[in-house]
């Protein structure tokens, strides 16, 4: 079984930037999509971004279009979220999972951004 362990969260004025890294073990890691989802206070757990096996092809939620980047190093088996632009409603608990996910999370990294 794949564990993950976020990191790179952190407390960002609004407009600053933060880089999150997923590492994995586990060897299916690397030839699986993998996604970034977030949890908000009170709210569900939403898709944000994710991306292919070979890591060509992304795709990302509306409200982060433009200001997030996914990317992956597969020599290292990581995942990560280059976050710019940041906004308050960006503030949540970011996790990376399979995409589709599976029942297994990891802890999350909290990403805080004050307005």
């Known amino acids: 079984q794949v564990q993950v362990a976020e990191s790179g969260g952190g407390l960002v004025q609004a407009g600053g930037s933060l880089r999150l890294s997923c590492a994995a073990s586990g060897s299916t890691f690397r030839f699986s999509t993998i996604g970034w989802y977030r949890q908000s206070a009170g709210k569900e757990r939403l898709l944000v971004a994710r991306?292919?096996?070979?890591?060509?092809?992304?795709d990302y939620a509306n409200s982060v279009k433009g200001r997030f980047t996914i990317s992956r190093d597969n020599a290292k088996n990581t995942v990560y979220l280059q976050m710019n632009s940041l906004i308050s409603e960006d503030t949540a608990v970011y996790f990376c999972?399979?995409?589709?996910?599976?029942?297994?999370w990891g802890q999350g990294t909290q990403v805080t951004v004050s307005s």
């Open positions: 999972n399979y995409f589709p996910a599976s029942p297994s």
């Open positions: 991306i292919s096996v070979g890591g060509r092809s992304t």
